[in-house]
Nanobody, 122 residues
Framework: QVQLVESGGGLVQAGGSLRLSCAASGSIFSINAMGWYRQAPGKQRDLVARIASGGSTNYADSVKGRFTISSDNAKNTVYLQMNSLKPEDTGVYYC????????????????WGQGIQVTVSS
């Protein structure tokens, strides 16, 4: 089984910064991509940023220029550096590992973390 553990959330004032981390553990053979999603109260879960194993990235338009996603493939860990935070960035941030192959699995599966709260006050 694969587990994703997120850390780094919290309360910050508008204009501040936070850095989220997500570590995947288990008998992992490969991960195709990892990403961060955000869910605000009463809204759907949307992609914030994604990074493929080869290093290519994509971002939601609302965070371009403010957020940076990076990864340490050797540690199966992904980071999200969030700068110039705005109140509209508030929500639960979920880490996702895409197309994960474990040593014992036949196919590829996606996994989600439990989510971590980020609150930006105005």
């Amino acid at each position: 089984q694969v587990q994703l553990v997120e850390s780094g959330g919290g309360l910050v004032q508008a204009g501040g910064s936070l850095r989220l981390s997500c570590a995947a553990s288990g008998s992992i053979f490969s991960i195709n991509a990892m990403g961060w999603y955000r869910q605000a109260p009463g809204k759907q879960r949307d992609l914030v940023a994604r990074i493929a194993s080869g290093g290519s990235t994509n971002y939601a338009d609302s965070v371009k220029g403010r957020f940076t996603i990076s990864s340490d493939n050797a540690k199966n860990t992904v980071y999200l550096q969030m700068n110039s935070l705005k109140p509209e960035d508030t929500g639960v941030y979920y880490c996702k590992a895409v197309s994960v192959k474990t040593i014992s699995s036949v196919g590829y599966y996606d996994y989600w973390g439990q989510g971590i709260q980020v609150t930006v006050s105005s």
